[in-house]
């Protein structure tokens, strides 16, 4: 199967560049898995879409305000560091600009020396290494100094960094929001609750990986990135009791699908579970737990339109994407969303 394969035409202004005022005013395509069967809703009209009984899974990751610009030593110059992954004793994986500058040894500088840095390896691929000295609490410095790591397609400056964080965030560690989840406020969810759908949460820390593009022609050579994930053993009893009850399984983004597959016995039962998962979901798989998905509006040609592509069929999905376009529905990360069962 080819990359091409699941392109479509999208004109750059449906790209949203900034969230809504509201966050469940967003729209809500839906689309029947077994019939192709497309309807146009809000996202405030989801719980006539589910059922008693059923189990909806979020991902409870927050972004770290990662991006930090300051100045290279001595020579003042500018720089952008990317915190990617804390690889321990305050050394963590970094993307970096400008990278021709920023060599083994570099020593770095942000906010007026509040926080220092020296590049201590560069790694294959272009990332680095950077060990961070400071004083007091990093978290709280990085609340301080950092900006929130936007995907590159979105040019407009955030003015509330909390609409690129879920109302139900709490376990900090993600580069990038799991941002199917933006367009639940607490209400929805307490409404969703008390018509008897379960509500319970896995963290999967969202990578920079995930807006990469794919460049092999074969989808089956691309190198999928990895991502630290964790399911807890009550999460785990959530969904196995739904699932032996008879109820859906509906994940709220391609994160919480990502770990629930990642960790789920072949007879779809889960425990408590944590590591590193690369899983690279695209047509042929066979799903072992979940049964819908609530999803934001993917890139041409990437894994996540893959991933979606093979829970409702290529054909479907790419149907539905060209409906979307030709209905203005916004895209990607501040865009709207999309109901798949």
């Known amino acids: 199967m080819k990359t091409h394969d699941f392109y479509y035409e999208l004109p750059p202004e449906l790209i949203a560049q900034t969230p809504i005022q509201r966050r469940d005013a967003s729209r809500l395509l839906t689309l029947d898995k077994r019939t192709g069967e497309i309807g146009h809703h809000h996202f405030y009209d989801l719980p006539q879409f589910l059922r008693p009984g059923d189990c909806l899974v979020l991902n409870d990751s927050r972004v770290l305000p990662a991006r930090l610009l300051g100045r290279r030593e001595p020579t003042g110059g500018a720089c952008e560091v990317v915190l990617l992954i804390d690889r321990g004793e305050n050394v963590w994986e970094c993307l970096v ?87 639940f406020t607490k209400d929805l969810l307490d409404s969703i609750e008390k018509m008897g759908v379960k509500i319970c949460y896995v963290t999967l820390h969202v990578g920079l990986g995930t807006f990469r593009p794919v460049k092999a022609e074969e989808i089956t050579d691309h190198a999928m990135h990895s991502e630290y994930c964790v399911i807890s053993a009550e999460t785990a009893e959530t969904i196995n009791q739904t699932k032996r009850d008879g109820g ?46 609530i999803t934001n509006f993917h890139l041409p040609e990437s894994t996540l339109i893959m991933l979606v592509s093979a829970l409702a069929g290529r054909e479907p999905i790419l149907a539905a994407y060209e409906e979307a376009v030709r209905e203005r529905y916004r895209f990607f990360s501040f865009g709207d969303a999309m109901l798949i069962v």
């Open 97 to 183: 600009r400008p990278g021709k500058k920023l060599r083994e040894g570099a020593k770095l500088s942000f906010g007026d020396g509040a926080l220092t840095a020296e590049v201590t390896a560069v790694l294959e691929g272009g990332n680095r290494l950077i060990r961070f000295t400071y004083e007091g609490i990093f978290l709280e410095l990085l609340e301080r100094l950092g900006k929130m790591p936007l995907p590159p397609y979105i040019k407009e400056e955030l003015q509330d960094a909390e609409r690129y964080q879920t109302v139900y965030s709490r376990e900090v560690g993600s580069a990038a929001a799991p941002t199917a989840g933006l367009h």
């Open 248 to 293: 859906r399984v509906i994940c709220v983004g391609t994160t919480s699908c990502r770990t629930i597959e990642s960790w789920a016995e072949e007879d779809g039962t889960l425990r408590e579970s944590a590591g590193w998962t690369n899983i690279f979901i695209y047509p042929g798989y066979r799903f072992k737990v979940l049964d819908g998905l």
